[in-house]
């Protein structure tokens, strides 16, 4: 079983932590290692974070309702720097934003109530779809 490293953060000026704290450990004790931002991050800061930890995935938890902007902004500067971890949003989701957001390439969506149990394996199998297809290209590359 493979070790991912999972970066979790709030969404803008979302000030609620304690989901964000709750699923990193939860993760952590599934094992993966865990890196949680702290509160406020912009986007830039969260993508340069990411790319400097060399993370499996981007976490981004919301409650305040700012989760389409930032994840917009996150995902232009993701493709700006060539960068494409599994990407997964959590917490007060609406209806109307859950199409929106797998069309800006959010690989999974964690509504409130989602037991971390369960988050921490959709997203092992989306790290491992993910890690295997980049198998698979990387052996094209080199024949």
Do not use: W
């Not at 929106?100 to 971390?116: C, N, Q, T, Y």
């Amino acid at each position: 079983m493979s070790r991912y490293k999972a970066l979790i953060s709030k969404a803008g000026l979302d000030a609620h932590e304690r989901g964000v704290h709750v699923v990193a450990r939860g993760l952590r004790d599934s094992g993966f290692e865990t890196v949680v931002l702290g509160l406020r991050t912009t986007p830039e800061i969260l993508v340069a974070s990411a790319i400097q930890e060399d993370v499996d995935v981007i976490g981004i938890s919301s409650l305040a309702g700012s989760h389409m902007h930032f994840v917009k902004k996150v995902t232009e500067l993701l493709r700006e720097e060539d960068f494409d971890p599994v990407l997964v949003v959590g917490g007060v989701i609406p209806d109307e934003d859950l199409v929106p957001l797998e069309a800006l390439g959010v690989d999974a969506i964690f509504r409130s109530g989602s037991l971390v149990l369960n988050m921490a394996e959709v997203i092992r199998g989306l790290c491992d779809e993910k890690a295997s297809a980049a198998s698979v290209k990387n052996k094209e590359i080199s024949k």
